[in-house]
């Protein structure tokens, strides 16, 4: 797998929040899950390829829910590798042994390599059970370089997502979770719509679904795909200025040439 170079903007969805940014030449993951379970959860979509953890210039931590901060992935990334996590969060990572972990907060602005960083908004519960005094405010990234890719983490709808109207190319929007029914600060398909039309990207793709789910009993829900395909059927309706690219877990999207194409 070469390293981009010229700019160009690629996004592979591994699964769950788990994506690989690639933009300006750096290599971005969002969320890291890379193994068979994280947590409770079991992993029900196809093994991650070891490519996609390669040459990570940065990972990008939403919140500490562990099906989104799963310690094993980021220790199989390496412990030197930067972190951008939420405020509250950076004492505890360090205490994990990670070594250079960045705490931000909505508005703060960083560069990693080409790409430029921002921490936005999102509504999502902060803290990690069974860590009850453990709690980080829940973060959404805008990844910017020729293109801006804008990656929700977990989040329900917001006012300030009207704010990146204009200003996104595409939005990684959670369509699920990991189970039959959604908790609050979510988005079902119907309320990511919603978000669409707020933010107004040019390509949105549905992440959270589809991946995990409880071990007992640790097979895929009759229809995974549901949550995905009526996402893109209300965005048809809807949304219909907003193209919408469902990917299935490891399949890579690089909307310069136009196609989705799945990981070797």
């Given at each position: 797998m070469d390293r981009q170079s010229d700019g160009a903007l690629a996004v592979t969805w591994v699964g769950h929040a788990t994506v690989l940014i690639e933009l300006a030449g750096t290599r971005i993951l969002t969320d890291p899950v890379l193994h068979g379970h994280a947590g409770p959860l079991r992993r029900i979509a196809s093994p991650v390829h070891p490519d996609v953890s390669e040459r990570i210039d940065a990972v990008l931590l939403s919140?500490?829910?562990?099906d989104h901060v799963d310690l094993r992935s980021l220790r199989s990334l390496g412990e030197e590798t930067p972190i951008l996590a939420p405020r509250g969060a950076g004492a505890w990572l360090t205490r994990q042994g990670f070594s250079?972990?960045?705490?931000v907060q909505s508005g703060d602005v960083t560069t990693v390599g080409?790409?430029?960083?921002?921490?936005?908004?999102?509504?999502?519960?902060?803290?990690?059970?069974?860590?009850?005094?453990?709690?980080?405010?829940?973060?959404?990234?805008?990844?910017?370089?020729?293109?801006?890719?804008?990656?929700?983490?977990?989040?329900?709808?917001?006012?300030?997502?009207?704010?990146?109207?204009?200003?996104?190319?595409?939005?990684?929007?959670?369509?699920?979770?990991?189970?039959?029914?959604?908790?609050?600060?979510?988005l079902?398909?119907?309320?990511?719509?919603?978000?669409?039309?707020?933010?107004?990207?040019?390509?949105?793709?549905?992440?959270?679904?589809?991946?995990?789910?409880?071990?007992?009993?640790?097979?895929?829900?009759?229809?995974?795909?549901?949550?995905?395909?009526?996402f893109a059927e209300l965005m048809a309706v809807g949304a219909p200025d907003v193209e919408v690219r469902v990917l299935m877990p490891g399949e890579r999207l690089a909307p310069e040439d136009g196609w989705a194409q799945r990981r070797a």
């Open positions: 919140h500490l829910h562990a250079n972990v960045q705490e080409e790409a430029r960083i921002t921490a936005t908004p999102a509504s999502h519960s902060p803290g990690r059970r069974p860590l009850g005094a453990l709690k980080a405010d829940p973060l959404g990234f805008i990844v910017e370089g020729v293109r801006s890719v804008y990656f929700a983490g977990d989040t329900d709808l917001f006012d300030g997502m009207a704010q990146l109207a204009g200003k996104i190319d595409l939005a990684l929007l959670p369509v699920w979770g990991w189970g039959p029914t959604l908790g609050p600060g979510h079902d398909p119907r309320r990511a719509v919603t978000a669409a039309l707020r933010i107004a990207p040019q390509i949105a793709v549905p992440i959270h679904w589809g991946t995990l789910t409880l071990p007992r009993p640790a097979r895929p829900p009759r229809d995974p795909l549901r949550p995905a395909r009526e």
